[in-house]
């Protein structure tokens, strides 16, 4: 709000915001959007609200005057909020579009708001603080209730933000940190938890821009330009550019997340797209923590462009359109499509960046002039409310000001001073459109009129005098530089002063003398008088001395001045105290409480005047200086010393002076006003200059100490003691504007009714102020009213110009009316004028350096000059000692004198040449740094121009006619040409190589059973042969046996092959719904091949396999186009160096022809004689390269032509003045250095244009003389014969004269012809290489446009190849389980089999008529659990075993309980031998391990089988995303093929060859025309009548296959019936012959079976061999029967007489056994060896039987495999014996 003094009256409205020309573009975030046309941004102390289509503004002031800090736009758009700075500062909640104040939110922080931002859904608001609390505040802003808050940090904190995906998440960063934040639900409630993040072994960085992820991660920038993941607050990884380059170049300024992909804003001008999955996913495999990836896209929004901030247009139908702030001074519209349409970045409004160090109004129009740091000077139409033009210089501008118009009555002249030292004049004017629709719209532009530096640095004030006639310039490098003002401004001199230049003034007209008041940073004023122009000699230097100078150095006194302000407030309430006391007493009295008697003896009750009042307080009043007004002093008493000794202790004066901001004269020529910034500020100071006797009353009075202090000192109410740091009077002089440091303009009332009133500023009345600029940074540089006091002009160091309205509002309505701002026009022949050359050089020479400089050269000529008559002298005297030797010469040998003689003095010759050797040495070491520098220079120039050239512009030109031809200037191939190609040559090798290599694995597998069963076959036919060749029957049975197996053979391989037939029959034949895939493919082949065009922009068009075109093929295409481009160029540029050498070769030929010819004619008369053909000229441009090649004389030349070059430019300085020169085209700076190119015409006369010296000497040598005989000679009478030989030789002459001309005759002609050949081979060339170049363009621009498709094709890609791969092994899996099932089907059918035999092999031992059989059956079938063989490895498994073990033992004794009764089957039974119980035990373990097997097989069998039915369902679910990559993939191609459609290509045609016509009229619109080549319509009309007749020929082919396949139904129904009728015929046969049907097969194996016929010779063999065994066995049974018979015989003998002995007992024990009852019975029954022998034989019988069971079931095993077995052919041999006593003996006794 704006303050002003109490009752002073005045509106608060004294000033009103006009227009806003500036924008605070250093501020973060300054840019938001209300509506997709509406932005608002803080400027200064306001919010200003902008439509970016009809550039309208709207104010909203701080409503705490204290500035603004931060700006927040709400989700909705419906409200935004403005955080303010000052005491205690508010957060302001508005509603858009009605601007109307929504909510207040208070005490969030001390001193300022840094950041404000909403979250996501809007429902809170977050705001950081600035220092001393730094507070972080959560709000629930629509309640005005504060949530949380937290200190944030100790330091800066720059941004805070909610997380977009995470709610309850915060990140905030500044000053050497970032902290991440969570709203936490503790058992006290919620809290703000902050987590700091940790930089570790990466360098701690300012963060300025961070962004959230989904995932929680954190993206954070740093200020050299890389990117820092944070991940639970350490650091990740730092991701940055390949190579290790930074991602930008300087600070990251804002990160945003938009629509997955991650944009990054640098203060290096560049945005920057980046993938978000690759960052998110980023780990470094390095110790470094660097991960290196490339941006996706980029965008370079300008070269002098600074990115501070960016916001995304809410218009829907823009989504890719985003406004950028721009730190450097402007707001631009940026398209961020990344594609082929993408328009370039727009400027949509341009300001001052930084400080505003300029301000000028014109005086008789309203335009306004500024200059800023920028370097640029820009003028405004502040009616209009427009910006009209601007220039831009090299250096930042520093003071402005607009030439009155006593000098210039247009007022378009404005003078800027810079930074560097430079001042510019610059004209204003404005400039009609040519166009005559826009005739009434005008422009202006600024004109550099003229330039000169008169400093050598920063040029701190301007100033000219009331009349208009002289220029004061003020620079830091304590100079000032007068100048005189006329049609062109001319130097007059300058003069050093005590410090740095702040600020000047002239004095004002009505003074006596023309006097400059100069203010200085040091606290210095100085007066100079003006001096006079033309009376200073400034031939040698442009420093002046002589003028009047006085200083005045500045004493601060504010301390001073605060403590008598404090005595005097002291004083005053002592008197009011003794005043009301007074008055008490007074009321005392009348009431008759107190009496006067009382007060007797009291002398304060009585009257007190000023100085009793004084005197108590130790203060008296004295009159200095002359003055009429008495100030106080402190009265010396002893009792007050040791106080004014305290009090002058207190006092302080500053260290270092306090600078002077701003001084004007007063009323006063002597006095002065001083404007003091630091500590003195607060006041405004009259002083004067003090003079000689002032000095001296004061150091008599012992006031030296006040010697220079200020007359008096006005304080400034309401300041607070902040700077004034500007000011300027009204033109009516009773308003004086004030600027302030804190941002404020101030209006300040003079008191009126005096003549004085302009300049008096000691009464002021009433004042208004107003916060306007930025209350921190943005300190008022310059404060200032229009020509007609309408309106007020403020600029801050923020950047920001401020238009006022100075007047009520019915005035402003009247002033809206006025017409636009005047605009100077331009004089006549402006623009034709010669432009001023700029000062660009950062070294360029000041003024008086230029002239020290002239001054120097003049110097220099002189010392040159006489070095040139000393030069000239020794020249005469050389001349004279030539004449001397030359008339030694002429004398007589006996009278010269010698060459020595004329030596004066040998030994000073001998040091002259030491001392030009010494010299010379001297001058090569002198010279030997510019040598070797210009000699590098040198070759850098010809490795940047000359080196990159292959081929230089060769020009051939004809002998005769004037045909040229030209070679093309051919550049090398870079590297990285060859690079890209070596890659391109390494891919097309490595794609070959796995293209070989690869193959489908499935094959291999599908292969592998194959392999394997053909492995089995080869391993058992060996066996097989094996056992034929060890079974060959012999003789008659074995040839017997062949012819039968070979008749049986035959007719199986007879029935073999017809079987093959039947089965390669039915396998050929085909389902009902078969399609034959040759059909299929030549189907897809004619589909694809219809021989139509595929029109690439039909919507439907599928971009075929072959035609896919990716950035790594166009990247190929193009190099291979750039290559042979380059290949056809340096193969006619070789043609044309052939050409050019034979053209050499050529005038070599023709000069020695001509000497030839020269010798011909020498012998002619001269009538005989014809021309001499001239010798070609080999012109400069044939032979470019000898340009480059020097020798001596060209040197010594060019050297010529410099020194003249120079004598000339010397010259020309010399004639011309010293400054007008500077001034009429700016100051010149030193002459570059030469170069060192030559002139071609030298070059020409230079340089030989021959090959060879010779040619030159040739020419040299030739001479047209006439050699002929003189006439006195030919007198001489010859004879018939001599003239005859001389007639000859004239004929042989001629026609050796006419064969040399006539040669080269025909050489120019057949060389000119060929080269007129060459040339027509160019023209077409050319033609071929401009349609390369523009292919090339169109490759270049596919390439560009496939570039930004190309991450989105290798994702898609990726995908397809992914799904590929794991379809594979999926396939290869498959297999290999299929494999696996096939084997396992395998192994069970071997395991069947072997059941079978097994089965088989027990029937087979049961014989025929087993009584056992049944149990043995039961006993072979018997289930019994066995325990697991498998080996246990783990503990517990065996103990499980056997519990396994016995509870199926349990569990099979259970079941058997029924049967154990009547027979154990775990014990042999009587009657059933051992050996046969456990056989068959054995082929009972056998069958259990068989079915153990079995079904372990089955189980894995089933287990593979679901596996394999599991990963067919996957292959059809990869199957089904395959084909959905494949058509994302198609889709895609589709849409790239669709954006290439759009791309423009060229194409050269003919007139004849546009067929498209419009009413027999070509069109002018031809885009709607289709190119199309002749040959490609001829083929397509030609393959329509081919159609036809396929089309034709495939119904007739239709028709008689159609008869065909009837027919062949028919035949087949034939065959059908005729087959039948064969069966039947057969059947009957076979009854008829073998009583039932038979399998001829089996029938062929019983009628002759060669394994039966091989085991029968081998059982007959076998037999003989056995049988000559048991011969020889019986043999010697016999021998031992033989011996047993007489081994019996002596045993009966034996017997004998023991059956007498026993004869005898038997008789004595008969005489015993009579005495005894029971004697004998032992000898009663059958004997026990009788016994125990017929138990043997029982037991012989029944094992004979067991054999003869036995070899039955082996005959019966032999009879399935091989058939019947046939009866023996010969009998069995005897294998019984008849014993000698007649019993048969059928073995051995034991």
Not at 331 to 342: E, N, V
Not at 407 to 431: H, M, Q, W
Not at 1162 to 1173: G, V, Y
Request: hydrophobic residues 35%.
């Amino acid at each position: 709000m704006a303050r002003s003094t109490e009752d002073s009256g005045l509106p608060p409205n004294l000033l009103s915001v006009h227009h806003s020309f500036g924008y605070d573009c250093m501020k973060r975030s300054n840019l938001q959007m209300l509506d997709p046309n509406t932005v608002v941004f803080a400027a200064g102390n306001i919010v200003q609200i902008l439509n970016l289509q009809t550039k309208e503004q709207q104010y909203l002031r701080s409503s705490s005057g204290g500035g603004i800090g931060a700006i927040a736009v709400h989700p909705s758009r419906k409200y935004f909020a403005v955080a303010e700075k000052g005491d205690k500062p508010n957060i302001n909640i508005f509603e858009y579009p009605s601007l109307k104040l929504y909510r207040i939110l208070r005490l969030g922080t001390e001193n300022a708001y840094s950041f404000v931002d909403f979250n996501p859904s809007g429902d809170l608001l977050a705001s950081v603080g600035s220092e001393p609390d730094f507070m972080l505040t959560v709000w629930d802003w629509a309640q005005e209730h504060i949530v949380l808050r937290s200190k944030a940090f100790s330091q800066d904190v720059f941004r805070v933000t909610f997380s977009p995906e995470n709610e309850g998440h915060l990140t905030t960063s500044g000053s050497g940190h970032i902290r991440f934040w969570k709203m936490a639900h503790t058992f006290t409630g919620l809290k703000l938890q902050g987590q700091l993040g940790k930089f570790g072994r990466t360098e701690i960085s300012d963060i300025e821009g961070f962004v959230e992820l989904p995932d929680g991660k954190v993206l954070s920038g740093t200020e050299w330009g890389n990117m820092l993941l944070w991940d639970g607050g350490l650091i990740k990884v730092q991701v940055c550019r390949k190579n290790k380059k930074n991602c930008h170049a300087g600070n990251i300024e804002q990160f945003v997340m938009d629509e997955g992909e991650l944009i990054t804003i640098g203060a290096d001008g560049f945005v920057r797209v980046w993938d978000f999955e690759t960052i998110d996913t980023a780990d470094s495999p390095e110790e470094s923590g660097l991960f290196e990836m490339e941006p996706m896209n980029e965008l370079k929004v300008g070269n002098d462009v600074s990115l501070r901030s960016m916001v995304k247009s809410v218009d829907p139908e823009a989504q890719s359109l985003w406004y950028a702030q721009d730190s450097k001074g402007g707001i631009w519209k940026l398209d961020l499509s990344f594609s082929h349409t993408t328009k370039p970045p727009e400027k949509l409004f341009s300001y001052h960046a930084g400080e505003i160090t300029g301000l000028a109004p014109s005086p008789n129009s309203h335009l306004v002039a500024t200059t800023a740091v920028d370097h640029s000077v820009r003028v405004y139409d502040y009616m209009s409310k427009t910006p009209l033009c601007q220039m831009k210089f090299n250096s930042g501008g520093s003071v402005l000001t607009w030439v009155p118009q006593i000098i210039d009555p247009k007022g378009s002249t404005v003078i800027a001073g810079f930074e560097d030292g430079v001042v510019r004049v610059l004209n204003v004017y404005k400039k009609e459109m040519k166009d005559k629709k826009q005739s009434q719209d005008v422009t202006a532009e600024l004109l550099l009129k003229q330039v000169f530096k008169p400093h050598s640095s920063k040029v701190k004030a301007l100033a000219l005098d009331s009349k208009g006639e002289i220029l004061a310039t003020g620079g830091d490098d304590q100079t000032v530089f007068f100048f005189s003002v006329g049609d062109r401004i001319e130097p007059i001199g300058f003069i050093e002063i005590s410090g740095p230049v702040s600020y000047m003034t002239w004095s004002p007209g009505h003074f006596d003398k023309n006097l400059l008041l100069i203010a200085c940073d040091n606290g210095f004023v100085i007066e100079v008088e003006a001096p006079e122009p033309g009376t200073y000699d400034t031939s040698k230097t442009y420093q002046i001395s002589g003028l009047a100078i006085r200083e005045y150095r500045f004493k601060s006194i504010k301390s001073r001045l605060r403590k008598e302000e404090e005595e005097a407030r002291k004083a005053a309430e002592e008197e009011e105290r003794r005043k009301e006391e007074e008055r008490q007493r007074q009321i005392r009295r009348e009431r008759g409480i107190e009496s006067d008697d009382e007060d007797d003896g009291d002398p304060d009750k009585k009257g007190y005047d000023e100085k009793k009042v004084l005197a108590l307080l130790g203060l008296e009043q004295v009159n200095s200086d002359g003055s009429s007004e008495p100030t106080l002093r402190r009265i010396a008493t002893p009792d007050a010393t040791e106080e004014e000794e305290e009090a002058e202790e207190v006092l302080f004066i500053p260290e270092e002076p306090s600078p002077i901001h701003y001084v004007s004269y007063s009323t006063n020529e002597d006095h002065f006003w001083l404007s003091m910034g630091a500590y003195d500020a607060g006041y405004l100071y009259e002083c004067t200059f003090v003079t000689d006797k002032e000095r001296e009353a004061k150091t008599k009075a012992g006031l030296e100490d006040r010697i220079g202090d200020a007359r008096q000192a006005i304080p400034m109410d309401g300041t607070n003691d902040v700077p004034v740091t500007c000011m300027h009077f009204s033109p009516g002089r009773d308003q004086v504007l004030m600027g302030l440091e804190d941002g404020s303009v101030r209006v300040q009332m003079l008191e009126t009714g005096t003549q004085t009133k302009q300049l008096d500023l000691s009464k002021p009345s009433a004042y208004w102020s107003l916060n306007i600029h930025d209350n921190n940074y943005g300190k008022l540089t310059h404060a200032a009213t229009s020509y007609d006091n309408q309106f007020v002009f403020t600029t801050g160091a923020d950047g920001n110009f401020f238009v006022f309205d100075l007047m009520s509002e019915e005035k402003i309505e009247e002033a809206k009316k006025i017409a636009r701002a005047k605009i100077p026009s331009a004089r006549k022949g402006l623009e034709d004028e010669k432009r001023v050359e700029d000062i660009d050089q950062k070294g360029y020479y000041s003024i008086e350096t230029e002239k020290q400089k002239a001054e120097q050269d003049k110097m220099r000529r002189e010392a040159e000059e006489k070095k040139l008559n000393v030069r000239r002298t020794i020249a005469q005297l050389r001349r004279q000692f030539k004449k001397l030797l030359e008339k030694n010469k002429e004398l007589p040998e006996h009278l010269q004198l010698e060459r020595k003689e004329f030596e004066m003095d040998p030994e000073m010759k001998k040091v002259l040449e030491k001392e030009k050797l010494d010299k010379m040495d001297l001058v090569r070491k002198e010279l030997a740094w510019d040598s070797e520098k210009l000699k590098i220079a040198l070759d850098k120039l010809k490795h940047r121009f000359r080196d990159e050239l292959e081929t230089d512009r060769i020009v051939v030109v004809a002998i005769k006619t004037e045909h040229t031809v030209s070679s093309f200037r051919a550049a090398r191939l870079s590297k990285e040409f060859f690079r890209l190609k070596m890659e391109m040559e390494n891919r097309k090798a490595t794609t070959l190589t796995e293209k070989g290599v690869s193959r489908d694995p499935t094959k291999d597998l599908s292969g592998a059973g194959d392999k394997e069963a053909e492995a089995a076959e080869e391993e058992v036919q060996p066996g097989q042969q094996d056992v034929k060749k060890t079974t060959v029957l012999t003789g008659r049975m074995g040839e017997k046996v062949a012819k039968a197996l070979q008749k049986v053979e035959k007719a199986k391989q007879k029935r073999a092959a017809r079987q093959a037939q039947w089965d390669s029959l039915y396998s050929s034949k085909p389902p009902d719904d078969y399609e034959d895939p040759a059909d299929v493919s030549a189907i897809k082949e004619a589909q694809e091949n219809m021989g139509d065009y595929k029109l690439k922009t039909a919507k439907d068009y599928t971009v075929p396999e072959h035609l896919r075109m990716n950035a790594l093929k166009k990247r190929n295409q193009l190099l291979l186009l750039i290559e042979e481009i380059y290949n056809h160029k340096m193969h006619f540029n070789g043609r044309l160096i052939t050409l050019r050498d034979k053209k050499i070769s050529l005038i070599e030929k023709i000069i020695q022809y001509r000497q030839e010819l020269i010798e011909v004619q020498s012998k002619l008369n001269p009538e005989q004689r014809k021309p001499l053909p001239a010798i070609p000229d080999l012109l400069p441009c044939e032979v470019p390269e000898r340009q480059y090649q020097y020798t001596r004389e060209s040197l010594k030349k060019f050297k010529e032509n410099m020194e003249k070059q120079r004598a000339e430019d010397q010259a020309k300085a010399a004639g011309a003045s010293g400054f007008g020169t500077g001034f009429g085209s700016g100051f010149s700076a030193p002459p570059p250095a030469a170069t060192a190119a030559v002139d071609p015409k030298a070059d020409a006369s230079t340089y030989p244009t021959s090959t060879s010296p010779s040619v030159d000497k040739l020419k040299s040598s030739i001479s047209v003389g006439s050699t002929s005989a003189s006439p006195s000679e030919t007198e001489i009478e010859l004879s018939a014969m001599e003239i005859q030989l001389m007639k000859a030789e004239e004929i042989r002459l001629l026609y050796q004269q006419d064969k040399l001309i006539a040669k080269v005759q025909e050489m120019i002609v057949n060389f000119d012809a060929e080269l007129r050949l060459l040339r027509h081979d160019k023209l077409n060339l050319e033609i071929d290489i401009k349609n390369a170049d523009l292919r090339h363009v169109t490759l270049f621009q596919e390439l560009q446009l496939l570039k930004e498709f190309e991450k989105r094709e290798n994702v898609l890609a990726d995908k397809v190849e992914a799904k590929n791969k794991e379809k594979s092994d999926m396939q290869m899996k498959v297999m290999e389980c299929q494999q696996k099932l096939d084997n396992k089907k395998k192994d069970i059918e071997k395991l069947q089999e072997k059941e079978k035999a097994l089965y088989a092999q027990f029937q087979q031992s049961l014989g025929e008529n087993n009584k056992f059989a049944d149990f043995l059956t039961k006993v072979f079938k018997k289930k019994i659990k066995r325990a697991k063989k498998k080996a246990q490895t783990e503990e517990g498994s065996d103990e499980e075993s056997e519990e396994e073990s016995e509870d199926e033992s349990d569990w099979s004794s259970e079941e058997d309980e029924s049967d154990s009764e009547a027979l154990d089957d775990s014990v042999c039974p009587p009657g059933l031998e051992q050996e046969m119980f456990d056989n068959v035990c054995a082929m009972r373990e056998k069958r259990l391990d068989i079915e153990e097997a079995m079904a372990e097989e089955k189980k894995v069998h089933d287990g593979l089988k679901k596996e394999v039915d599991t990963l067919q369902k996957k292959a059809k679910i990869i199957d089904s995303s395959l084909r959905t990559a494949e058509a994302d993939l198609e889709a895609f191609q589709l849409e790239k093929q669709q954006k290439l459609n759009e791309l423009h290509v060229v194409v050269a045609l003919k007139l004849h060859q546009i067929e498209y016509m419009v009413n027999g009229v070509v069109p002018q619109d031809l885009q709607h025309c289709l190119v199309f080549t002749c040959a490609g319509m001829v083929r397509l009309q030609r393959r329509i009548r081919e159609l036809k007749d396929e089309k034709a020929s495939q119904r007739r082919h239709y028709k008689e296959h159609r008869q065909q396949h009837v027919q062949l139904i028919k035949d087949r129904k034939l065959m059908e019936a005729k087959i039948q009728e064969l069966e039947e015929k057969c059947n009957e046969m076979m009854m008829l012959k073998f009583g039932r049907i038979v399998d001829l097969e089996k029938l062929e194996t019983v009628g002759v079976n060669r394994n039966i016929e091989e085991l029968k010779e081998k059982l007959r063999i076998n037999e003989y061999a056995h049988a000559e065994e048991l011969r020889k066995i019986e043999d010697k049974i016999a021998l031992k029967k033989e011996r047993i018979t007489e081994l019996t015989r002596d045993n009966t003998e034996k017997l004998e007489q023991l059956t007498l002995l026993l004869g005898e007992n038997k008789e004595l024990e008969t005489q015993l056994d009579s005495r005894q009852k029971n004697l004998g019975g032992e000898f009663q029954g059958a004997r026990k060896a009788d016994m125990r022998e017929r138990q043997r034989l029982i037991q012989l019988v029944q094992l004979q039987a067991q054999e003869i069971d036995a070899l039955k079931e082996e005959i019966g095993l032999l009879s399935r495999k091989g058939g019947h077995i046939l009866p023996p052919t010969q009998p069995p041999l005897p294998h019984t014996a008849t014993s000698s006593m007649g019993r048969p003996v059928t073995g051995t006794n034991p």
